[in-house]
């Protein structure tokens, strides 16, 4: 790799870095984040994570927020930093792709993968998804290594990418179906349209020529090892035993709960169910038409739909496997998860790659018929749509939406928790910072509890109360109740409370927010206690 060549590497992930990392407490904890985070709060007593077939998430990613949240406490940026983390190194990882692809095209799809809409929001959110994307280029990685040399490294990342996979989402299954599609459709290709001769060091311009007039050639060095340095049985065989016995100490709770084993087989039969199945209990409101995942790049991943739409027209006369491998496998992915009626959007995280990589491979090829420039200004026009949506997802003001962090119609904002969280959480830590001894308040919180169970697991005396039951004295410092159960609440209330609309997520139950005037006048001035008890005079009650 060039001079030029590692700056500019260096500056795309820098940029994906900082898109992903700022500002990361902006928005409010997510609802499934409040899921994550209580889970996490379960193995601080448990000893390890019980795993749920029924759940559809691999362990490793509590394990992760575990380490994070007892190193760094219990806070946002530590519940979230992992995710940024790994989704920045699934940018990065496209760049290790330069043994088999141009540079200049792995840079232009790393620097599409850097401001995708969806690689950044999910990237911000505490949840299981960015995982995959890396893995699975991960396992991709050392699967073209495995096929050109047999490096022990290749032989890793393989191993770790596979295992990896596993240890994330059961959906892994759809990309390992496609992958073998894909391969399937390689070798077919080969015997329509044999491969064309090794790509030379002359047709590898490096990435400065994306951006210069003049173009700079180099030469690469071999990548051919000495039988000596190539993984032999024995090494496949010890990786592979390794690896699987990493995806046995994860879902074994290292030992703690063998049961979570069987789980690995035992979760197809819920997931099918799940995945197909109608009628009650099966969350039909996430199954979606054949086109949703469509509608989703149509309206945020541009460069990706070129892919996709490219894909068929351009993989006949590609010129490498590596490339074919690549069309044929996002193509297969996309169409697996718009196949599955049960559809939710992060699942699109993962074909994502690949397409962008074939983008990238087409800006790479125009550059040597329409000019460097003229690709530039096609390829700037093109990102400028999702990262100009990129930023209106992760940092529009809270000013354009009361209530909605993201607006985005439910397209990639699910169960968004909105702004009326902090009508809470403000004034407590308010009342904290003026003295410790206020995190001991009583709370009363009805209905739904996620995020707040996490958010407030630190504050001892915040009670949950679940929909079919009521405490035994209904006063207390704050209450948080929905609409529905005010009628049973408010008549047994005799404290003086300021009242305020609160709305926990997006589409969610209207709620009301009960804080009690003694305790929060102090950080609730110029204003008066909107809610009063109904004064009983004994003697008149039936009078009038």
């Not at 950044?120 to 994307?133: C, D, M």
């Not at 305020?500 to 206690?529: C, K, M, N, Q």
């Amino acid at each position: 790799m060039t001079t030029r060549q590692q700056w500019l590497s260096i500056l795309i992930v820098a940029l994906a870095f900082a898109v992903r990392v700022w500002a990361l407490d902006y928005k409010p904890v997510h609802f499934d984040e409040g899921v994550n985070g209580s889970l996490i709060d379960g193995m601080r007593t448990d000893g390890c994570y019980h795993y749920r077939p029924d759940n559809f998430h691999g362990p490793l990613h509590f394990y992760v927020l575990f380490a994070s949240q007892q190193l760094f406490g219990r806070n946002v940026w530590a519940l979230r930093m992992p995710t940024v983390l790994i989704s920045t190194a699934s940018v990065a990882l496209l760049f290790a792709f330069r043994r088999f692809l141009p540079f200049r095209a792995l840079a232009i799809a790393a620097l599409a993968m850097a401001l995708s809409p969806a690689m950044i929001f999910y990237a911000r959110y505490a949840i299981h998804e960015s995982w995959l994307p890396f893995f699975t280029m991960l396992a991709c990685l050392g699967g073209f290594g495995c096929a050109r040399r047999r490096s022990t490294n290749d032989v890793w990342a393989l191993g770790l990418g596979l295992a990896g996979m596993v240890l994330t989402k059961e959906t892994y299954a759809v990309h390992w179906i496609a992958a073998a599609l894909a391969l399937g459709g390689v070798w077919l290709l080969e015997q329509l349209a044999p491969q064309s001769a090794r790509l030379t060091p002359a047709d590898r311009p490096n990435a400065a020529s994306l951006f210069l007039p003049l173009q700079q050639r180099y030469e690469e060095p071999s990548t051919e090892l000495p039988a000596a340095a190539q993984a032999g049985r024995r090494d496949v065989l010890r990786i592979g035993a390794m690896c699987i016995g990493i995806v046995i100490a994860f879902y074994s709770g290292f030992g703690m709960d063998w049961s979570g084993v069987t789980g690995l087989w035992e979760t197809w039969g819920p997931m099918m169910q799940k995945g197909h199945a109608t009628g009650p209990g099966t969350e039909q409101e996430h199954h979606k038409d054949v086109y949703y995942f469509a509608k989703l790049l149509l309206d945020y991943e541009w460069p990706a739909l070129l892919g996709l739409i490219a894909t068929p027209f351009i993989v006949l006369p590609a010129r490498s496997r590596s490339l074919r491998f690549f069309m044929l496998f996002g193509v297969a992915s996309f169409a697996g998860y718009s196949l599955i009626p049960y559809k939710t959007p992060w699942c699109l995280l993962t074909v994502l790659p690949p397409l962008f990589i074939v983008t990238g491979w087409m800006a790479h090829r125009l550059c040597s018929h329409a000019g460097n420039m003229a690709v530039t200004v096609l390829m700037t026009a093109m990102l400028a749509q999702p990262t100009l949506d990129a930023w209106r997802l992760n940092f529009g003001a809270p000013g354009r939406s009361r209530i909605n962090p993201t607006n985005d119609r439910r397209r990639y904002a699910y169960v968004q928790t909105t702004w009326d969280i902090n009508k809470l959480l403000d004034r407590l830590h308010g009342l904290e910072a003026r003295d410790t001894m206020n995190r001991y308040l009583h709370g009363y919180v009805y209905g739904e509890r996620f995020p707040l169970s996490w958010l407030l697991a630190d504050w001892p005396n915040v009670h949950f109360v679940d929909d079919d039951k009521s405490p035994e004295h209904y006063d207390a410092d704050f209450l948080l109740v929905p609409e529905d159960r005010i009628a049973e609440v408010e008549p047994q209330l005799l404290g003086i409370y300021f009242k305020e609309a609160y709305l926990p997520r997006d589409y969610g139950t209207p709620s009301w927010l009960f804080l009690s005037a003694e305790r929060f006048r102090p950080v609730i001035e110029h204003r008066e206690p909107e809610f009063h008890p109904r004064v009983r005079i004994e003697g008149t009650e039936g009078a009038q």
